[in-house]
């Protein structure tokens, strides 16, 4: 396992139609809970992620990152702790936040979610993508070592075609390049701009069904799931392999996907990373992948587990 998802807030500052917002409180006044990781929690979760011998952290399930008003210290703490960090951002911030970001060598990727802006009103759209255009002309100045994608993840869905023409004729006017637009496909979704800076396309993918799975009150972990059938249903999954996540509160889950927590294997809170990595729970679901089985509720619900062969 190479990554740990951290989600330092599940706030965000847009409403977008494909993000599953109205389970996370992101709309003020909703009566719902907006949440910000303590500093305490944080810590903690950096010393889980050391302790398990990981090196890279992402700073997001949901909500938006850069709204977390202990941000910059958190990249302080990464750094400190020898970690390296990538960053998925919806931009709308970064002019606020972006000398935390460039002045970090642990911040070794930037994604933005530049998608996110085609549901917007032209005049937000544009000023937000030119700050991040702008972003990108420094760091490829300050920083040449950083990874950025400037993501377009609507392949496919008609109401973003004009967003994404204009899109990709500001990115080759601000680059001098000539990024062509309609060349997608699914084993060509990367486009070199600059140095390190690309352009990623892809599809939208529905993020998996919200059906709760009883919960342990005096633990937090899930009960096991019972199969009637005589096989679980065909699948596999990077999660436990390659990353695991911790939301908000502390809840460590299998999946990056899983921001609801449907999948929690225990909680950071009052267990060591390791420890719930190699819980009963963790290891019967990194067994199921390996066999090319789905054996959670929760699994057998989500159509990226499909897009993985035997």
């Known amino acids: 396992m190479n990554s740990v998802y951290i989600e330092i807030t599940n706030a965000c500052n847009l409403h977008c139609s494909f993000c599953p917002s109205s389970d996370c409180g992101h709309e003020a006044g909703s009566g719902a809970s907006r949440s910000f990781m303590p500093s305490a929690l944080f810590e903690k979760c950096i010393a889980g992620t050391v302790e398990a011998g990981i090196e890279n952290v992402y700073l997001h399930v949901l909500g938006e990152p850069t709204l977390h008003p202990g941000f910059a210290l958190f990249l302080k703490d990464i750094k400190a702790a020898g970690l390296t960090a990538t960053l998925t951002t919806n931009g709308t911030t970064i002019r606020r936040v972006a000398h935390h970001i460039l002045n970090c060598p642990a911040v070794r990727q930037v994604n933005f979610s530049t998608h996110a802006y085609a549901e917007l009103p032209p005049d937000d759209a544009h000023g937000y993508l030119q700050d991040v255009l702008d972003f990108c002309k420094m760091a490829l100045a300050a920083r040449p070592d950083m990874y950025i994608n400037l993501r377009l ?83 596999t999954c990077h999660a436990l392999d390659t990353h695991a996540a911790i939301l908000h509160d502390g809840r460590v889950v299998a999946c990056c996907l899983d921001y609801s927590g449907q999948i929690t294997l225990g909680n950071i809170a009052n267990q060591g990373l390791p420890e719930i990595l190699g819980s009963p729970a963790a290891r019967n679901l990194r067994e199921g992948f390996e066999k090319h089985e789905l054996r959670h509720p929760f699994c057998q619900k989500c159509s990226f587990c499909k897009r993985f062969g035997k």
Request: glycine share 8%; hydrophobic share 35%; net charge negative.
């Open 153 to 235: 993840w609507n392949i496919g869905v008609t109401t973003a075609g004009d967003w994404n023409e204009f899109a990709i004729s500001r990115i080759n006017e601000t680059f001098n390049t000539q990024v062509a637009p309609g060349n997608f496909c699914s084993r060509h979704k990367s486009f070199p701009i600059a140095g390190r800076l690309y352009l990623h396309e892809d599809s939208r993918f529905e993020w998996p069904g919200t059906s709760k799975v009883t919960a342990s009150a005096e633990h937090g972990q899930s009960e096991p799931a019972e199969v009637t059938a005589s096989k679980y249903p065909a699948g």
